[in-house]
């Protein structure tokens, strides 16, 4: 069992940043991957960012060069740098693990809101 941690959602306006983080309950190290998820209402859960074990990043596309994630293996924890935020960035953000054995876990999630 992982449990996991999240903070660092809010309310800004466009064009601004927010980093949320993620503390994870297990030596980052064991995990295979950490990453966030998100979904706005109506629609589905989509992934933003995810990191390996290895340190290989991916991002959809939506993000690209506007997010960063990034992992702590000393403190276990992952953290998503947002920066030039838009409206469409608005949805509850989940922090995710997944395990060696393909076990995946989540976070309780956290707002990002994104308004003028």
């Known amino acids: 069992q992982v449990q996991l941690v999240e903070s660092g959602g809010g309310l800004v306006q466009p064009g601004g940043s927010l980093r949320l983080s993620c503390a994870a309950s297990?030596?980052?190290?064991?995990?295979?991957?950490m990453g966030w998820y998100r979904q706005a209402p109506g629609k589905q859960r989509e992934l933003v960012a995810r990191i390996m074990s290895g340190g290989s990043r991916n991002y959809v596309d939506s993000v690209k060069g506007r997010f960063t994630i990034s992992r702590d293996n000393a403190k276990n924890t992952v953290s998503l740098q947002m920066n030039n935020l838009k409206p469409e960035d608005t949805a509850v953000y989940y922090c995710n693990v997944e395990t060696w054995f393909s076990v995946a876990y989540w976070g309780q999630g956290t707002q990002v809101t994104v308004s003028s």
């Open positions: 297990r030596s980052s190290t064991s995990l295979k991957s």
